[in-house]
């Protein structure tokens, strides 16, 4: 075998998918495991789906996570052009060169006839393909004279080219992952290879560009196995030596029992009730939601899958909900799936430019790129020694296409949260800081001193920059109230005098954390009170809750002045 040449060849027809983020960086990791080089290629012959700024978006997300391509259409390279709308002479050259073997012929059937057609077969209880059985009957070239075909050419009708699929062949398909499979041709149907605007559909121009450019190994999606057959035969019909294939398994739905619980499941019912009836509009809205919710109320339970099954006594709109609930709770990952559940499953931010509606993405929900990566790469592979943390490079040093799974991968919003906290806790405090920064939170007035300290407290219990802020807003503002089950635990009819005497005996205290600790144990101690009769009010004091890093950590930060004006103000709260 050659050098490895792999290629990653997206469509601009919007944002990309945490499953196309997979499919590119297991491209990504097999070129740099063999040496080889990896391809980006953007196949934009899809006109009527265009997406205005996908392009560049497909090119950032690639670059935010790592994904660095040796060609694309920004970089060039020796097989440029990388974008199919600018390689038309090259397509038409082997349009005409398929149509002189007998694997193509043109067809000038109206979307009106083909219509007329299929209405026909339905009629008669079938279902109509155009193929090996059905061609000899339509308007091609297989079915008219030389004469008719050139009349119609002459009097220039619009004609498509379609693959003229070999009769009772079967095909011995091979596969990286899923190992060897058979398909006879006379299940497959006469696919179009080039549209009536001289364009080639995906089916013909990906053939040509992967001979043209050198691929040798074409890793995808799941969704090309059928295709597999005739793109196998394509190579036959060109003569060419076909590349080795691996398609990937679907990135599934997450367990919806890890994401319902009694703080989003009214917004969850909502949007699925708004969905269901949307689909069932003979159903009302308040019925199908109550409906919904009783069943998602049951989700953490053992018999949630069953209450879902087909009963005869069902009433039309618990068997249609029932329904509704089996499929919009399984399959493949979508974009649907984030917006109800709250996840994000594009790499970025994206705008639809048609709507103007924002899909939210990881990097700004505040994931890092490496734990991002890291994630998308274990959604179907498994490293040796089942390591979980990996960098890029490693991952490059041991991915082995063997190794990767058959079956789906369930997407996990908990875990892609893990992997973020884990990262989070190998950055040093610079690195977090500048991370923090980036947010949109307003640190104005904060010094970068203190921001470190604060973050050496608080990035144990981050899984995110902004979590930082968010668990520590006591360092930057006081409390303006207490949480009422603290207030009952920590608080009691003493508990002023004792906070106000502390706080008169602070005010000559030095307020570094050891001699604070010190301060606050000895004061204690004098008082014959246990620790937790101060430090628990204390921290309730400074904090409005008890929760934070050490009570003396928290005094050292916010300072001397601050601190006696927060125990005074809990003081005047509990008169």
């Known amino acids: 075998m050659g050098k490895v040449r792999v290629r990653f060849a997206p469509s601009p027809t919007g944002p990309l998918h945490l499953g196309g983020v997979r499919t590119a960086l297991y491209d990504y990791l097999f070129a740099k495991n063999q040496g080889g080089e990896f391809v980006l290629r953007i196949e934009d012959t899809d006109t009527a789906r265009y997406v205005e700024g996908a392009e560049d978006y497909i090119e950032e997300a690639l670059e935010w996570c790592g994904i660095v391509p040796d060609e694309s259409p920004k970089k060039g390279g020796r097989f440029a052009p990388y974008r199919q709308s600018e390689r038309r002479d090259i397509y038409d050259r082997y349009t005409a060169q398929i149509l002189k073997t007998d694997y193509a012929y043109i067809a000038f059937d109206t979307p009106e006839e083909l219509d007329a057609i299929r209405a026909e077969f339905e009629a008669n209880g079938e279902v109509f393909s155009y193929d090996n059985k059905t061609r000899n009957r339509l308007r091609n070239s297989v079915a008219l004279s030389e004469e008719e075909v050139q009349k119609l050419l002459d009097e220039k009708t619009p004609y498509v080219v379609r693959f003229k699929m070999p009769v009772d062949r079967t095909l011995n398909l091979q596969d990286i992952i899923r190992g060897n499979s058979s398909v006879n041709t006379n299940t497959l149907d006469d696919k179009v290879l080039v549209k009536n605007d001289g364009m080639p559909t995906y089916h013909f121009a990906n053939i040509i560009d992967d001979h043209e450019m050198e691929i040798s190994h074409v890793i995808r999606g799941e969704e090309w196995l059928p295709s597999l057959g005739l793109h196998t035969l394509l190579y036959e019909a060109m003569g060419w030596e076909a590349p080795q294939f691996a398609h990937l398994s679907l990135i599934l739905k997450p367990d919806v029992s890890t994401l319902i619980n009694k703080d989003n499941i009214d917004s969850i019912t909502k949007s699925f009730a708004e969905e269901f009836v949307l689909k069932n509009s003979q159903f009302s809205f308040d019925e199908s939601a109550e409906l919904i919710k009783s069943f998602f109320a049951e989700v953490k339970s053992p018999r949630f899958k069953s209450m879902l099954g087909e009963n005869d006594k069902d009433n039309p709109l618990t068997a249609s909900v029932k329904q509704f609930l089996k499929k919009g709770l399984s399959g493949k990952l979508s974009k649907r799936d984030g917006d109800k559940f709250g996840f994000p499953v594009f790499p970025l931010d994206f705008k639809d430019p048609a709507t103007g509606a924002v899909s939210k993405g990881y990097r700004e929900n505040g994931y890092l790129p490496d734990a991002f990566i890291n994630m998308v790469a274990l959604l179907g592979w498994t490293p040796s020694d089942d390591k979980e943390i990996l960098s890029l490079e490693e991952m490059g040093k041991e991915f082995d296409l063997h190794k990767v799974h058959k079956a789906g991968a369930r997407f996990s919003k908990e875990k892609s949260?893990?992997?973020?906290?884990?990262?989070?806790?190998?950055?040093?405090?610079?690195?977090?800081?500048?991370?923090?920064?980036?947010?949109?939170?307003?640190?104005?007035?904060?010094?970068?001193?203190?921001?470190?300290?604060?973050?050496?407290?608080?990035?144990?219990?981050?899984t995110f920059p902004k979590d930082i802020y968010e668990n520590g807003k006591f360092f930057f503002k006081a409390p303006v109230s207490y949480d009422e089950k603290a207030s009952k635990k920590a608080w009691n009819e003493e508990t002023s005098a004792v906070l106000g005497e502390l706080s008169?005996?602070?005010?000559?205290?030095?307020?570094?954390?050891?001699?604070?600790?010190?301060?606050?144990?000895?004061?204690?101690?004098?008082?014959?009170?246990?620790?937790?009769?101060v430090m628990m009010p204390l921290r309730l004091a400074l904090v409005g809750e008890l929760k934070g890093p050490?009570?003396?950590?928290?005094?050292?930060?916010?300072?001397?002045?601050?601190?006696i004006s927060r125990i005074n103000n809990a003081i005047n709260n509990f008169k």
């Open 504 to 533: 008169e005996n602070l005010t000559a205290t030095e307020f570094s954390s050891e001699i604070l600790k010190q301060a606050v144990h000895d004061f204690a101690e004098n008082k014959g009170l246990g620790m937790g009769k």
């Open 550 to 563: 050490d009570v003396p950590d928290i005094m050292e930060l916010i300072g001397k002045e601050e601190t």
């Open 417 to 462: 949260e893990w992997f973020n906290h884990q990262y989070i806790q190998m950055k040093s405090d610079d690195e977090l800081l500048q991370l923090l920064k980036n947010t949109d939170i307003d640190l104005s007035g904060v010094s970068d001193e203190k921001l470190v300290k604060i973050i050496g407290l608080m990035k144990e219990r981050a």
